[in-house]
Nanobody, 123 residues
Framework: QVQLVESGGGSVQAGGSLRLSCAAS????????MGWFRQAPGKEREFVSV????????YYADSVKGRCTISRDNAKNTVYLQMNSLKPDDTAVYYC????????????????WGQGTQVTVSS
C-alpha cells in the first residue's frame, strides 16, 4: 500500500533551520506532485508548498516564501522541505501529501497523506 513517511522535525530556536523529508513507497513517485501542509494547535491545516512531478514547478504559501525551499529526488522517492529563519508561528505538525498528475494547493484533492512530523520553534 502507499506510505508517506515524514522525518526531520524537531525543536529549534527562532532563526534556526530544519530540513523535513518525506519518503514515499507503494506508488509511482514520478507521477505525483508532492505537497507540504501544516497544522498548528487550534488551527486548520494549511498549505505550505507543492512541487510538480518533475520538480520544475514549485509554489509556496506567502507565509513561508523566501524562507522555505521544496525539492524532490525522484530516484529516492523523497521530497524535502528546507526551512530557514524559522519563527514561532511555524510551530505545527507538518504533513506531506501526494496527488496524481495535478499541481494544486487544494488539500482536499490530495490522494495520500503521511502521519506528520512535529516542528516546534521557540522564541
Amino acid at each position: 500500500q502507499v506510505q508517506l513517511v515524514e522525518s526531520g522535525g524537531g525543536s529549534v530556536q527562532a532563526g534556526g533551520s530544519l530540513r523535513l523529508s518525506c519518503a514515499a513507497s507503494g506508488l509511482n513517485f514520478g507521477d505525483y506532485s508532492m505537497g507540504w501542509f501544516r497544522q498548528a494547535p487550534g488551527k486548520e491545516r494549511e498549505f505550505v508548498s507543492v512541487i510538480s512531478m518533475s520538480g520544475g514547478g514549485t509554489y509556496y504559501a506567502d507565509s513561508v516564501k523566501g524562507r522555505c525551499t521544496i525539492s524532490r529526488d525522484n530516484a529516492k522517492n523523497t521530497v524535502y522541505l528546507q526551512m530557514n529563519s524559522l519563527k514561532p508561528d511555524d510551530t505545527a505538525v507538518y504533513y506531506c501529501a501526494a496527488i496524481l498528475r495535478t499541481l494544486t494547493t487544494n488539500q482536499a484533492l490530495y490522494d495520500y497523506w503521511g502521519q506528520g512530523t512535529q516542528v516546534t520553534v521557540s522564541s
